[in-house]
């Protein structure tokens, strides 16, 4: 078979080891001819392809990011786009596409798979928030790095008996702060599903703070959390094509009201794309290696308009459809883990 893979929006440690999976079984065992796209959607509208074999990974399992390149095009919200695609598809004779994506890759793919198109899919984000995965490649790696970021933080603190701000990503869902704030011992963390009261937040430091010197907070923020209604002022950003607004900041307004409430000295780290580089973990290059073999499998039995998803430890195919309805929030019980913490 001609299968093609791409690699859609935000990139994430694991993509090249997805792939590097993909075209090693497809190659060896099922003989298969192997070709990327080139940017995401945006490759496959405008038909630039590489080709793909077992060489072309050599060296790329420890290495973060995607080889092919990554965009946030969608192409449902450009003037024939889907047709592109499609004609894309057919032009080149492929006869399948594996996409690697979160939910607006994959909600593509699944849109296209309804309309004929030979899909198969596998979930990726850092942010974790991709529904029926338990797990998506890329989250544990983004966690590690908050936390040794978050180890760091804690010393310098306490040298100054300072309150430390640490904006992590999760637009619409706090995995990263969650299990980042457990890791890191953090004294609170604030998640999108949990809107906070910061005079709350501030009770907690001042609560911390009064039981002896040197006892810095670390305040754990996601980028999408939200102040309970009226008791905070947020920026918006500039939106995309999918429709997201462009987050960060919450943390350093977060941080001006923790040190002007309380008065203590409030210093605010913004960790950003730096969660999103760099080597992948070796739980991360695992996950994503099982993910490349399953999908390569599913292409071959021809399992169109289905995901490779974890579940319970093992692999399993689910319809993409469930993956991209509506997102994976943090468990309640996992986030009272958390609270178990908060001063
Ligand atoms: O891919 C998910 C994510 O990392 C989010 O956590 C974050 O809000 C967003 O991507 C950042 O996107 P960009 O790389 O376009 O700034």
Redesign the pocket.
């Known amino acids: 078979m001609r299968v093609a893979m791409l690699t859609g ?2 990139d ?1 440690p694991g993509l090249n080891a997805v792939m590097r999976a993909v075209a090693r079984k497809g190659e060896r065992v099922h003989g298969d001819e192997l070709v990327g796209f080139l940017d995401g959607w945006k490759g496959v509208m405008e038909g630039r392809t590489v080709p793909l074999d077992v060489a072309a990974f050599r060296g790329t399992l420890p290495r973060g990011g995607t080889i092919l390149g990554s965009s ?1 095009t969608n192409p449902y919200k450009v003037d024939g786009g889907a047709e592109q695609v499609r004609a894309t598809l057919t032009e080149l004779g492929v006869d399948a596409l594996v996409a690697i994506g ?1 939910e607006d890759t994959l909600g593509v793919a699944n849109h296209l798979a309804s309309d004929g198109v030979p899909v198969v899919g596998v979930p990726k ?3 974790n928030d991709l529904s029926a995965t338990e797990l998506t490649f890329g989250f544990d790696t983004a966690v590690q790095i908050c936390v040794d970021a978050i180890d760091r933080l804690h010393t310098t603190a306490e040298s100054h008996d300072r309150v430390m701000v640490v904006e992590v ?3 619409h869902a706090g995995h990263i702060a969650t299990w980042a704030g457990i890791a890191g011992g953090a004294t609170m963390t604030l998640i999108p599903e949990q809107p906070f009261d910061i005079e709350a937040v501030c009770e907690a430091i001042r609560h911390r703070h009064e039981q002896g010197k040197r006892l810095a907070s670390i305040v754990v923020v996601s ?1 999408g959390a939200t102040p309970k209604e009226g008791t905070m002022q947020l920026q918006s950003g500039e939106v ?1 094509a999918f429709g ?1 607004v ?2 960060g900041g919450v943390g350093t307004r977060i941080a001006e009201q923790i040190e002007h409430r309380t008065g203590y000295e409030t210093r605010v780290t913004t960790l950003g ?1 730096v ?2 580089g760099g080597t992948p973990t070796a739980f991360d290059r695992v996950l994503a290696t099982r993910f490349g073999v399953a999908a390569i499998d599913a292409v071959h039995d021809q399992a169109w308009g289905t995901m490779v998803a974890l579940r319970a430890g093992s692999i399993v195919r689910v319809p993409l459809a469930d993956a991209v309805g509506e997102l994976k929030l943090v468990d309640p019980d996992l986030y009272d883990v958390a609270r178990v913490f908060f001063e």
């Open positions: 929006g935000g994430c946030r979160g984000t850092i942010d990503m999760g637009r980028e995309d997201h462009r987050l794309h969660q999103r």
